[in-house]
DNA sequence: ATTTATTTTTAGATTTGCCTAAATTTTATT
DNA sequence: AATAAAATTTAGGCAAATCTAAAAATAAAT
C-alpha cells in the first residue's frame, strides 16, 4: 500500500512526463528524469507494474494505471502545498523552494497534509502557478493565472482580472487593456517586479508587479 | 559529513540514553531503542565510529563524541522546532506529534529550520517542555527533575514531561495537568510511593509513582 | 574459581536500489 | 530489405541496512 521514497520519485517522474494524460512515456526519458541509468529504470517499472501502479508492455514503454495516477497527484499535492508554505509563510522566495518541497513530499501523514491545507487557507493553486491536486489525488488543470507567474516570451491572452476596484479597471483602459487583449512578456525585472509587455502585438510598456498580478490570462 | 537517515536515528538514540553526559551506553540498550537486532547494532556502532561520531569500544560501549554530540542537538533541535510548529500552528495535540516529527527531523536544510525558528518566534522550549537546542546543536539543560524527588510542602511548576506516549499525554489531560500547573506535594505515601498533591492551589488528588516520575518539575 | 547466563560480536544471508557490460529488440538509414 | 544505430532489457555485482544463528567475551551465580 504506501510506497518508498524511491518509487514515489519514478511515479512522479512517469506523472510529470505523461502531463496528466494517458501518454506513452520511454524508459530513457524517466532515467532522465529520475537521473538514473536506463537498467535502473527497467528493474523499477517491473516493481511498479507487480504492484499495479502502472501499466507497462516490455520494450513499448509505460503509462500510469488508475491508482498511479492518483498517487502521482497526492504527491504533487503534498509537494505544492509544502512550497506554498515555503513561500507563504517562510518567506522563501519561489525559485528557492523547489529542492526542499522534493523532501517534504515524502513525509507521510494524511491529518498533516489536512491540517497543512487548512492553516494555507486551501490553495488551489501554488506559488508557481500551477494547480494543487485534491485530497483524492484529483488534478483539475486550471489553465489561466495571474501574468506574473505566466512564461516569457509567450502570448498570453487576458482571461479576467483579480480585482474589481475602480482605480485598477481604469488604469487597465488607459493602457487599451481588457479581456482578450494579447500580451507577450518581453522581459522580467528582477529590480522590482515590473514586468516589459508587448500589447497586441503593438506597443511595448512597462507595468508594474501590482497590476500583472491582478491580469489573469491563460 | 551528512548522514543517512538511520545513522541520524542511531545517534539521536545514543543521545537520549546518555542524556548529554558523557555516559557509556551499551548495545542492548540501543537495540531496545530504534526497535533493531544487537547484530544490526554493533554493525552500526563501527560505523560511527569510522565517522568520528562516537567513542566505541567493543563489548565496553559507546558514548557520543563532541561531533557526535552536536549532531544530535541539530536533529533534536529539528524534532522539536517541527514538534512545536505541529502544536501551535496546525493545532496538533502535543501527543499527537511524535511521529510526524520523527520524519520531519531528517529534512535536510539549514536555511530551512533557521526561518521555521524565526516563524515560530525562536521558541526556547518545545510543546512538551523539552528545551531546544541552538543552531550549532548546544543544548541548555534545564534545572529539573522529577516529582518524585522534588522537595515536600514546597510548590513546584510543571516544566517537561518524562514520556511521551498518548497514554501518558491523555492522562495528564484529563487530571488537568499540563507545562506550566503548579503543584505542591501534601503528602508522600511509603506503601506504594504514590503522592497526594495540590494542583494550582485548588484541588487535591492522589497521583501514582509512575506518573510522579514523569512529570519534570522546577 | 568454575560453571552458567547474559551480552556482544562475527559470519553468512536477504532486500532494496543502484551500477556496468553484454544481449536483445526496435527504429532508422542506406 | 539488409544493416547500422538507438533504446531497452538481462545478467551479474555492489553498498546499505537489516536479519538469524553461532561464536566469543563479560558478568553473575553457585
Redesign the pocket.
Known sequence: MT?????E??IKAIFHLSKNENKVV??????NE??????????????LADKKLIK???????SLSKNGLLMAGKIVRKHRLWETFLVEKLNFKWDEVHEIAEQLEHIQSDDLIGRLDKFLGSPKIDPHGDPIPDAEGNLIPITSKPLTIASSHDVHTVASVGDQSSSFLQMLDKLKISIGTKIKIVEKHEFDGSLQVKINNQNIINISEQLAKNLIVK
Open positions: 510506497a518508498t521514497v524511491a518509487e520519485n519514478y520511454n524508459t530513457n526519458a524517466i532515467a529520475v537521473q538514473t541509468a536506463a537498467a535502473t529504470v527497467t528493474d523499477m517499472l517491473k516493481k507497462y508492455e516490455p520494450y513499448k514503454g509505460v
